[in-house]
């Protein structure tokens, strides 16, 4: 009996492990495809008469004596001036990832530590802000920032994504707190701690793992926005996606499709990093979060 159970429990570890790496294969494989063909020019990787072109890079061959060339990121980055995407995207993160959890963490706290009714009516209707389409909420914002002359620049575009990121900030982060025990607070208290005081040397601390999921939440939120950005946003300071679409609309210039796959690959791969780094700090936060106590 003992051998037999030994024997299912293997075979089960095995099908699990094979599982999980077919599915991270599948799961990467759309970034390593766009990657690889990356270095390729655009008759190799769209290929239609022969798509193992992609792999071979037969055409890149031709004209550049190699299968791969950088082309696609000169054109991008060069050409094209995507470094000045990345520098907005960047900016735009930064602050709505700063206001969102300085906001969040200070409305969070006090809403979890209020024993007043309208608590639980203020998150509900931060909750159904929350789940109306972005989109309907910016067209608001257009006549205001048309006849106040703001509409284009980055500070606009800032101000709408926080206020669209705000209630989920504030609900995820209430959470958090409502997990982390009172007695926190009355015991530095007693020790001579103001609210204040308690908040940013006792509760905070313990804190960190929440803050940081959360802030990444509202970055991801921040750097795949299109809808807002590219409403908001005029031509030159366009943050990467909308930068990225403008470069699939003009596909009828030759290369420019090229500069699109090459700016993907550009945009994704700080994720994949960022992910890397705090994955620790994003685990434990998932976890105290979904564990009451």
Request: hydrophobic content about 50%; aromatic content about 16%.
């Amino acid at each position: 009996m003992a051998a037999a159970s030994e024997k299912r429990s293997v075979g089960l570890r095995l099908f699990l492990n094979s599982f999980v790496v077919v599915w991270l294969i599948i799961a990467a494989f759309p970034f390593l495809w766009t990657l690889w063909g990356s270095f390729k020019v655009e008759l190799d990787f769209f290929s239609i008469a022969d798509w193992t072109n992609a792999l071979t890079g037969h055409r890149t061959q031709e004209v550049y004596n190699s299968p791969f060339t950088g082309t696609g990121y000169h054109g991008a980055w060069v050409q094209e001036e995507f470094w000045r995407a990345v520098i907005n995207t960047t900016i735009v993160c930064f602050c709505v990832v700063c206001t969102s959890l300085t906001i969040g963490t200070l409305g969070g706290y006090a809403l979890s530590r209020s024993g007043y009714r309208y608590t639980f009516w203020l998150l509900i209707t931060a909750l159904i802000f929350r789940a109306i389409p972005p989109i309907t909420l910016v067209s608001g914002y257009m006549l205001p920032l048309f006849e106040w002359n703001l509409w284009g620049i980055l500070p606009t575009s800032i101000v709408v994504l926080v206020a669209i990121n705000q209630p989920f900030t504030l609900w995820m982060l209430h959470s958090f707190f409502q997990n982390i025990p009172k007695d926190l607070d009355e015991s530095a208290k007693v020790d001579g701690c103001t609210q204040f005081e308690a908040f940013r040397f006792v509760i905070i601390p313990v804190m960190w793992p929440g803050v940081i999921t959360t802030g990444l939440f509202s970055f991801l939120l921040a750097y795949n926005d299109f809808a807002v950005t590219s409403m908001l946003l005029a031509e030159e300071n366009r943050t990467m996606i909308p930068e990225i679409a403008a470069f699939l609309g003009t596909t009828y210039t030759e290369g420019n499709v090229m500069f699109a796959v090459s700016a993907v690959v550009s945009a994704t791969a700080p994720l994949f990093v960022l992910v890397l780094l705090f994955q620790r700090q994003i685990v434990s936060g998932l976890t105290a979060g979904a564990v009451k106590g």
